[in-house]
Structure formats: structure tokens, C-alpha cells
């Protein structure tokens, strides 16, 4: 049984969160994420939630409350940005070394300087390497449905992990869109309150921060890389139970039109909306063409992607964030790792794109299909990484 | 006043820590725990007291104690009081547990202020013990915020131009009493009995509590390492620390020093103030003795002693 509602981004995930019965929030408000922070508010003032707001003078203290709380045994939900995220990033990497399922949405937007608050995917980038399970979505819809989802997977014991889910700055945040959102009874029969079996308990005392010298320090990283190779077979579990819920099936990785397609654009986030529409286009037009979009970014779904790829014979990658300095930017790297770690042979060549919320157009997408369509007839990829949409 | 007999004899805080003979954050941790009335939990900045307590897979605390960072102990303690109060109104949660941070003068005078003040402001029921051992002792001797002028640290050296620290040390507790809360106070664990008082008072506030505690420092302050009580009794007795609690806005003197003695005899046993006494910067002396007349009369006209 789903309930229409017309929500944005930021809304359905605030939504989501009240519904997944957090205990604790800890949040600062920053743009374009805000208007969670605002829902969330509202819930909490008008006696809705049993849930605990902590308005907290910053997103550091922000993310060291939320570890406090979870590691006291509450389910624990944040939001940032950006500039906040960033802020953050120090207690990132706290908060999956002390194992805290917090989930946070994540509104992506660029990094300073200079300043801007629209949608791009530096700010995730630049903390990709802290730990946690990272989700990309393509709506306001796949953000609901993957929050709720979150907490399940983060929790789970043999997990045990933070997880952000990230959506697009604007684009996703702030767009009004039809949001089905499941009976208050049904998301509780799917996800039950936190019962946390370690926690800070003074009848079952225990140290957690202790200093780990080089004699620990490495097995405790090395039991977080185990924690993240498990996760996939959790996240596949928890897209089946949350099948039963919502009568739809997720996974770590979305494919669009890759049972014949010969050329293909992966990329994060809302631009695979865009993609597949123009796909769509050019597959009535006869043309070859696919869209892949990895829900899951951290753990890399490799498996799957090996899969989308297998009838490829060329590759568009799509990354809306630089790595100033690397051969290719991150979603790229990730790529041709995997490929070329299974011995893959694939045309691929890396667009960077929409830095600072600069929007791509069914055109630049169109003019990308086609480039890689050629790539795949002549087999020679001209520039490795090269940027769309900029005034050069 | 409590009374010794009513202390627990059980060591909550336990021997085998790496703190140096002589620490003060050792002596406190163990007064506070032995001041507990109720089931608590610690919180403990980065700085010497989380490091040489709990080197893993050793703990010397037998309570729930969680160390995050350096700047934030303030910040977690917020978020375990909210865990707390949040899990209890879906009753899985009833206990009543005392929250208490420890932060040292650098996560707390500098790096940790914004948490601190933030967890203050927003009414969090926690005590907030700061141990002010006046610089970054566990990197090595810094100056921080609190290290008194004329101190000679590794970043405040004793050069033949600037003889140690330029600035003097913040208001820490004015600090704390501008956000309005309902109890602060200064202690010196050489005055056991007033320190004991004053944890159980600050825990029995509903609400946030600051105490701010004079920790000797056999390594950083440079003196011998049995001489830590003596060197907190002389910092009260010289009017360098004055002793006195702030309740709902209201100053009182705890301990009155009616014959201080002069603050060089304080200064004259610590290596930090060693390079004072040459001839050529005796004048720092005078300074420093200055700013101790006035903030003992800026305190005690607070507590209404003049």
C-alpha cells in the first residue's frame, strides 16, 4: 500500500528519516541540504517523533554528536553539504572506525573557491576514501527508498557501518517531484526500532576510543575492509526485504538498455535520468546504446559492473567532480580498475562535467551517445579525460 | 563538605596507566570517580589523560569511557545525553547516568572551545572537567590559551629577545559563566575536599557544569615529580589560582588566602619561568605578580569579598 505525495529531495529524505523512527538527530543547517534540517525541525516541534534534535553549532560537532549517540545505541540520522561535509571530515573517518551505523543524506554540492551552492559531487568525492557505504540516487523517490533501507544495512551486525545516501544539489533537492511513500506500519514491519547489543552502559562498561599503536591499528582498518566486502551480500538481502515492502527491487546497480547495447554512459545521480531519456531516444532511432548507474558507489559494485559491461564496446564515464591532477576523475578510476583488474578490453574515456551545478542538457548527453557510438565503430578513444559544457 | 570515610574505597580509576609520576590528570580522574554518587560516563578529549590510560587492548577505566577527538569531547557528551533522553521515551532506556568530559586546556581553552560553548548553550545535562595543566604537555610542551604569560614552552620558547609567553591566560570560567549556566567553579586537587564537593555539585546540577582544575605538570611545568600537591597548594596560596564556584550567577570564594605569599615563590620552582630570573627580563616578574593582584581583586570583588 504506497500514498502519494509530492515531496522534494530534501523533503522525501527527512520523511524517510521520520519514518525509520531516528532517536537522535544532530544537524547544521547548510545549503541546499536545509530544508531536512527544517522538516525534521517541524516533526520534532509538533510532537511527531519521539526523536531527540540536537542543534548543533556546527557539522563537526554535528558528526561528533552523532557518534556519541550511536555509539550509546541510537539510531542515529544527519544531513550536510558541501562546505559541511568537508568540516566533517575529520570525524568521517571516527565514525566508521568506531563502527557507528549513522546514516546521512548528503546533498551534493561544490566545494569552495570560489563559493557556490549549486550540485556537484566533489564534496563526496573528496571524503570518499572515510569508511563509509555510499549510495547515489537518481530522484527524490530512489532517496526515500534508500534511506529507509540504509539504516537496515548500516545496522546489521556483520556491517556495522555509516552510510551516506547522496542526492544532487538543487536538481534533486529542491525539485517538487511524486513521491510514493509506504504506510507508517508497513516501513515499522520492514525496520524496527535500533537494538543495539554494545553500547555505553554502565552496567556492561567498555572503552571504545582507545589509542591503537602499530601493534592494533592495522587489524582494526583491516576488520573495516572485511565489514565492507560483506556488505554487499547485506545490501542484497535488505533489497529483497525492502522488495516485500515496496514491491520494487533494488540493487547495487541500475542498468538502462545494456541487453544489446554496444556504447554506454555510466555515471552517479540524477544525470542518469537524463541519460536514459536520451537513450530512450536514440534506441527508437535504432542506436545502441545503454545507461549504467551505480546506486552503490563505496563498496564498488565490480561484479555487477563486469556484468553491465560484458556486451559493451565503449564506455562514456561521467564524473560531475575533478581529481585535479590524476589520469582520471574518481567514477573513472573506479572503472578501469575493475576493468583492467579482470582483464577487461573496453574503449573507455572519462567525462568531467556540471562542476558547480552547471547543468548538462539532453543535447550534451545526445553529442556524448554519439561520440561514444564512433568510439565504438573506430575502436581508438581520441582524449582519455575531457571536459563538457565548460567555456574553454 | 564530604567527609573522607564517605568516599568509596573501590578504584574505579586503576593503577598500571602510563601518566608520568606526579601527573595531575592521574590524581584528578582518580578524584572525580571516587566522587561518583551515581552510574556515569566518561568522555575524554585527545590529550595525556586518554593516551596513557587506555593504549590498547588496556583500559584503566572501569566505567563506559569513549574518546572521539581532540576538539570535540563537548559535542559527544551532547550526544549521549540526547541518546539517552530519546531511547528512554521509547522506554529502552531508565537509568540515570552522570555524563562527565575531560578535556585538557588545549582541547578546551583552544581547539575545543566552539563544542564546549555550543554543549553549554544548548543546556546539555553534563559536567564539563577541564584539567589545566597550562599547554599542549602531550605533544611536547605548546603554549596554549591557558599557558600564563612569561612560560617558556617548545612554541613560547625562553629566547634572548621574547622571554617565553607574550599573553596571558583567558578568562576560562568568565567564559563559561557568560553562557549562563547554573554551575562553574575552579579547583586544585591539593584542596581534595573542596574538589570532591565541587564534582558532586556540578554533577547534581540539571544541566551543563564546568570545573576548571589546576593539574601540576612535573614535565612540562619542569619541577620534581613528588612536589605535584605542593606545587597545587602554592598555586593557591600565591593567589595564582583563586578557588571559587559561580552558582546560578552568584560568585563565592571557597578558599581565602588572607597572607598570599608572593607569586615568585610559585614562579621560582618551575623550570617554565627559570629564564625570569635573569637580570634582564626580572621585570616579567613584576608583571606577572601584577596580573595576579588584579585578577585575584577582579575575582574576589565578583564574590563580593571587597
Known sequence: MVQIMGLTGDEAIAYAAKQSKVDVVAAYPITPQTIIVEAFSEYVHNGEVHTEFVCVESEHSAMSACIGSSLTGARVFTATSSQGLALMHEMLYIASGLRCPIVMGVVNRALSAPINIHGDHSDMMGSRDCGWIQIYCENAQEAYDWVLQAFKIAEDPEVLLPITVNIDGFILSHALERVEVYHDKDVENFLSFRNSTLKLDPDTPFTVGALCFTDYYFETKRQQAEALKIAPKVIDKVNSEFEVLAGKKYSQMDTYGLEDAEAAIICLGSTAGTAKAVAKDLRSQGKKVGVIKPWVYRPFPCDQLLEATKNLKALAVLDRAYSPGAPYSALCSDVVSTLYQNGKQLNVFNIVYGLGGRDITPMDLHAIFNETLEVAETKAVKEPLKFVGVRE | ?306
Open chain 2, 1 to 306: 563538605m564530604v567527609k573522607l570515610q564517605e568516599l568509596t574505597t573501590e578504584e574505579k580509576f586503576t593503577s598500571g596507566h602510563r601518566l608520568c609520576a606526579g601527573c595531575g590528570a592521574g590524581i584528578i580522574a582518580r578524584m572525580t570517580l571516587k566522587s561518583l554518587k551515581k552510574p556515569a560516563v566518561i568522555v575524554n578529549a585527545t590529550g595525556c589523560m586518554e593516551v596513557a590510560s587506555t593504549i590498547y587492548p588496556y583500559t584503566s577505566w572501569k566505567l563506559p569511557w569513549v574518546h572521539v577527538a581532540f576538539e570535540n569531547a563537548a559535542a559527544v557528551a551532547s550526544g549521549i545525553e540526547a541518546a539517552y533522553k530519546a531511547l528512554a521515551r521509547r522506554n529502552a532506556w531508565s537509568k540515570d547516568v552522570d555524563i562527565i568530559a575531560f578535556g585538557g586546556d588545549g582541547g578546551t581553552f583552544d581547539i575545543g572551545i566552539q563544542a564546549l560553548s555550543g554543549a553549554l548553550e544548548r543546556g546539555h545535562d553534563f559536567l564539563y572537567i577541564c584539567y589545566d595543566n597550562e599547554a599542549y604537555m602531550n605533544t611536547g610542551i605548546q603554549r596554549s590559551g591557558a599557558t600564563p604569560h612569561g612560560a617558556s614552552t617548545t612554541t613560547s620558547p625562553a629566547g634572548t629577545k621574547i622571554p617565553g609567553k607574550p599573553e596571558f591566560k583567558k578568562d576560562f570560567i568568565g567564559i563559561c559563566v557568560a553562557h549562563g549556566i547554573k554551575y562553574a567553579a575552579t579547583a586544585s586537587p591539593a584542596y581534595w575536599n573542596d574538589y570532591i564537593t565541587k564534582v558532586q555539585r556540578g554533577l547534581s546540577v540539571k544541566g551543563p557544569a564546568v570545573l576548571h582544575v589546576f593539574s601540576p605538570c612535573p614535565l612540562g611545568m619542569r619541577y620534581d615529580s613528588e612536589k605535584s600537591i605542593e606545587m597545587a597548594r602554592l598555586a593557591v596560596q600565591t593567589r595564582y589560582w583563586p578557588v571559587y564556584e559561580v552558582e546560578e550567577g552568584k560568585y563565592k570564594l571557597n578558599i581565602k588566602v588572607p597572607n598570599p605569599k608572593p607569586v615568585i615563590e610559585f614562579l621560582k620552582t618551575q623550570g617554565r619561568f627559570r629564564h625570569l630570573f635573569q637580570p634582564q627580563f626580572e621585570k616579567e616578574l613584576e608583571i606577572i605578580q601584577q596580573w595576579v593582584d588584579q585578577n585575584w581583586k577582579h575575582i574576589i570583588a565578583l564574590c563580593g569579598e571587597i
